[in-house]
Structures are given as structure tokens and as C-alpha cells.
């Protein structure tokens, strides 16, 4: 009886080890499976440092709480799935550019240089329309070799704003890049500034130019350039007078104060009493312009608001009769405001070629009781 219950105990015991050896065999696959599935989600450490656990790269290489860069998409369709991805993207666009040849977007002048921007200008030597994006980047020589500035350490992915910019044909515009929001404040050594752009209309197969500016930064070199004027477009139009003053019209003269050449045309925006004015801007009383003599089919509006059409040269005046009795009819006795945009289609070298006075010219006239 005690062989017979002592050879039970030993049974047991060998069941209870042979059951606790399978359940731990068992947890122990399960484990395994549950690091192997893990292991394919990035840990917080593994991302960008501008993104947190969960959130995901884009197919463009952003995050999908930042705007598109639009106009990497269009110059190029590569998905940029990994910061390892956008790092060799730079890379590529760097080599291209920098083994590209006879650009037709050339430097104009000397580069103004500092540790934290440039100031230069580019010109268009070609019969096209050169159409870029707010993007650009920065090489550096590194081991012989074109390599693409770092970030700053934490910065992460990049997003530009999606902006579209031209510059006409033999056009020349200044450009003033600062980069210590992304680049930081750089040491000496050998530089260049890159943009990406295409000529003339886009379509699928279109050739891919790049505005390429070589500068160099010493133990000299400022930290800072002199800030930039604040005056974004100056006018290019001056009123010089305004004078013979009837209900159907004015007579006005304008002298061409830019450097260029302008197709001009005055356009006709609105006309209101002086008592339902507020002040000189248009926006304060354009609400309460006169009404409409008749009602004006929209292939009429050209002819009807368009005046002192003609080809006005630099530092030349103009003199045109303004008449408004087509849109507004004869004005009686009062005082008036009249807005009108003033400039025109700008000739080479003006970048763009869209030269008008900021802000709307306003005049205020008087329409007498004698007429």
C-alpha cells in the first residue's frame, strides 16, 4: 500500500512538472510573437523628433498635421515614406543640381553674405516664364564633395508654404533668404543656395532648372545682414494732377516713376460721395459706391472701367481724360471719392512683370453746381 501510493505521489508530481513545462513552453511562444508583431511599430525614440508615438510620416515626408509641400510633389514624384527617405531626397536634388550645366537663371552682381542669410539677385536669360515655390535648400562642400546642410538638431521634417512665384523673361529680382530658423547660425566654409523651378508652362514631362548661388562665409562674415526695407511693392505710378472736373469726367496726369517701361491702364474701381467715406481707403466705402447708371453685360466692363490705356516709358508723363458717364451716368453737385488702380504689364528688367501702385490711388474731387 505505501509502494503502491508513494509510486502515485511520484506519478503526480511527474504529471504536475510535465503540464507546468508545456504551459511554460507555451507563454513563452506567445511572448515571442508579441515582440516579433512590436517590433514592427517604431518606439517614440525611432521617429522624428517633431513627431510623437502614433502619429506617421506622410507618402510626401511630412506629417499629416503639416501642410504639402507641393512643390516637391510636382518636381518629384518619389514617395519620401522615411526621414531616412527625405534625407536621401536632398541628397539627390543636390547632386542634380550641382552636376546641372548652363542654367539660364543666372547671378546678377555680388552675394551679400552673412552666418544666418544672403541677399542677391537672379535673372532670367531665358524666352520663358521661370515658375518656382517658396522651396530652396543649402549644400556645403563636405569631403570634397556637394552634401546638403543638416537641420538643426530636433528640427525634424520641413514643411514650406505652398506659394507659387514667376520671373519673366529677362526679368531681375532680389532675394533675400534667412535660414537660422532652420539651418542655424553656420561656420565657415564654401556654400551654395539651391531652388528648384521649371520653364514656361508645366506638364508631365517638363525639365527640371535650378538657380544655383555660390557664397562663401569667413571668420568675418556677420552674424546678421542689415534688415530689408519693409516696403514690399513701391509705387511705380505718381499722380502728377487732376484737374477740369465735370459730372462726366476728369482730366488726369501720371508720371512713370519706376525703372521700367509699363504698358499702362487705369481701372476705374469706384466712385462714392465724400459723406459716405470714412477715410482714404477703399475697403472703409466701396460698399456704399454709386449705383450703376444701367445694368453693364460683362464683355462691356473692359471698355467701360479701363482708361489711359498706352505704352508709358520710365520717368515719362501721361495725360488721359477719365470719363465715368458709361458706368455711373452724369454726377450731380457734391463731393466724391474715386478709386483707381493704377499701373500695368512692367517690360524686362522687372521680375515679374506686374508693376501697380499699393496701396488703390484715391481721389477726392468736387463736382460743382455750375455745371
Same mark, same amino acid.
Given at each position: 500500500?505505501?509502494?503502491?501510493?508513494?509510486?502515485?505521489?511520484?506519478?503526480?508530481?511527474?504529471?504536475?512538472?510535465?503540464?507546468?513545462?508545456?504551459?511554460?513552453?507555451?507563454?513563452?511562444?506567445?511572448?515571442?510573437?508579441?515582440?516579433?508583431?512590436?517590433?514592427?511599430?517604431?518606439?517614440?525614440?525611432?521617429?522624428?523628433?517633431?513627431?510623437?508615438?502614433?502619429?506617421?510620416?506622410?507618402?510626401?515626408?511630412?506629417?499629416?498635421?503639416?501642410?504639402? #509641400?507641393?512643390?516637391?510633389? %510636382?518636381? @518629384?514624384?518619389? /514617395? *519620401?515614406?522615411?526621414?531616412?527617405? +527625405?534625407?536621401?531626397?536632398?541628397?539627390?536634388?543636390?547632386?542634380?543640381?550641382?552636376?546641372?550645366?548652363?542654367?539660364?537663371?543666372?547671378?546678377?552682381?555680388?552675394?551679400?553674405?552673412?552666418?544666418?542669410?544672403?541677399?542677391?539677385?537672379?535673372? #532670367?536669360?531665358?524666352?520663358? %516664364?521661370? @515658375?518656382?515655390? /517658396? *522651396?530652396?535648400?543649402?549644400?556645403? +562642400?563636405?569631403?570634397?564633395?556637394?552634401?546638403?546642410?543638416?537641420?538643426?538638431?530636433?528640427?525634424?521634417?520641413?514643411?514650406?508654404?505652398?506659394?507659387?512665384?514667376?520671373?519673366?523673361?529677362?526679368?531681375?529680382?532680389?532675394?533675400?533668404?534667412?535660414?537660422?530658423?532652420?539651418?542655424?547660425?553656420?561656420?565657415?566654409?564654401?556654400?551654395?543656395?539651391?531652388?528648384?523651378?521649371?520653364?514656361?508652362?508645366?506638364?508631365?514631362?517638363?525639365?527640371?532648372?535650378?538657380?544655383?548661388?555660390?557664397?562663401?562665409?569667413?571668420?568675418?562674415?556677420?552674424?546678421?545682414?542689415?534688415?530689408?526695407?519693409?516696403?514690399?511693392?513701391?509705387?511705380?505710378?505718381?499722380?502728377?494732377?487732376?484737374?477740369?472736373?465735370?459730372?462726366?469726367?476728369?482730366?488726369?496726369?501720371?508720371?512713370?516713376?519706376?525703372?521700367?517701361?509699363?504698358?499702362?491702364?487705369?481701372?476705374?474701381?469706384?466712385?462714392?460721395?465724400?459723406?459716405?467715406?470714412?477715410?482714404?481707403?477703399?475697403?472703409?466705402?466701396?460698399?456704399?459706391?454709386?449705383?450703376?447708371?444701367?445694368?453693364?453685360?460683362?464683355?462691356?466692363?473692359?471698355?467701360?472701367?479701363?482708361?489711359?490705356?498706352?505704352?508709358?516709358?520710365?520717368?515719362?508723363?501721361?495725360?488721359?481724360?477719365?470719363?465715368?458717364?458709361?458706368?455711373?451716368?452724369?454726377?450731380?453737385?457734391?463731393?466724391?471719392?474715386?478709386?483707381?488702380?493704377?499701373?500695368?504689364?512692367?517690360?524686362?528688367?522687372?521680375?515679374?512683370?506686374?508693376?501697380?501702385?499699393?496701396?488703390?490711388?484715391?481721389?477726392?474731387?468736387?463736382?460743382?453746381?455750375?455745371?
Amino acid at each position: 500500500m505505501k509502494k503502491l501510493f508513494k509510486y502515485s505521489v511520484t506519478k503526480n508530481k511527474n504529471s504536475i512538472i510535465f503540464v507546468s513545462g508545456t504551459l511554460l513552453l507555451l507563454m513563452i511562444c506567445v511572448l515571442t510573437l508579441i515582440l516579433l508583431f512590436s517590433s514592427e511599430t517604431p518606439s517614440e525614440s525611432e521617429l522624428p523628433d517633431n513627431l510623437s508615438a502614433g502619429e506617421q510620416l506622410g507618402a510626401d515626408g511630412f506629417s499629416d498635421d503639416e501642410p504639402d #509641400n507641393t512643390l516637391n510633389q %510636382i518636381l @518629384n514624384d518619389k /514617395e *519620401h515614406d522615411t526621414v531616412e527617405d +527625405i534625407s536621401n531626397y536632398r541628397i539627390a536634388i543636390v547632386n542634380a543640381a550641382t552636376k546641372s550645366s548652363n542654367s539660364p537663371i543666372t547671378l546678377v552682381d555680388d552675394v551679400k553674405v552673412s552666418r544666418t542669410g544672403i541677399a542677391f539677385s537672379l535673372e #532670367n536669360c531665358s524666352d520663358l %516664364i521661370f @515658375n518656382y515655390g /517658396e *522651396h530652396w535648400d543649402l549644400a556645403h +562642400i563636405l569631403d570634397d564633395y556637394w552634401s546638403p546642410v543638416p537641420h538643426l538638431a530636433g528640427l525634424g521634417s520641413v514643411a514650406w508654404v505652398d506659394l507659387g512665384y514667376s520671373l519673366q523673361s529677362g526679368g531681375i529680382k532680389q532675394y533675400y533668404p534667412k535660414w537660422d530658423w532652420i539651418f542655424g547660425e553656420l561656420p565657415p566654409g564654401r556654400y551654395m543656395f539651391i531652388r528648384e523651378g521649371w520653364l514656361g508652362d508645366w506638364n508631365p514631362n517638363r525639365d527640371i532648372v535650378y538657380a544655383l548661388v555660390e557664397f562663401v562665409i569667413t571668420d568675418e562674415s556677420p552674424i546678421n545682414l542689415p534688415p530689408q526695407s519693409n516696403e514690399i511693392t513701391p509705387n511705380v505710378i505718381e499722380l502728377i494732377s487732376f484737374d477740369d472736373v465735370t459730372p462726366n469726367g476728369m482730366t488726369i496726369k501720371i508720371e512713370n516713376i519706376s525703372p521700367y517701361d509699363i504698358n499702362h491702364r487705369a481701372q476705374l474701381l469706384d466712385i462714392a460721395l465724400e459723406c459716405c467715406s470714412r477715410s482714404e481707403f477703399l475697403f472703409d466705402w466701396q460698399s456704399f459706391g454709386i449705383v450703376h447708371s444701367q445694368p453693364l453685360e460683362e464683355d462691356e466692363l473692359a471698355a467701360i472701367y479701363m482708361h489711359g490705356e498706352g505704352f508709358l516709358p520710365s520717368g515719362e508723363q501721361m495725360e488721359f481724360r477719365l470719363d465715368w458717364t458709361t458706368a455711373y451716368g452724369e454726377l450731380p453737385p457734391g463731393e466724391y471719392r474715386i478709386a483707381l488702380s493704377i499701373g500695368g504689364r512692367a517690360n524686362a528688367p522687372h521680375p515679374t512683370g506686374w508693376a501697380f501702385n499699393r496701396p488703390t490711388l484715391v481721389i477726392l474731387f468736387t463736382v460743382l453746381e455750375s455745371y
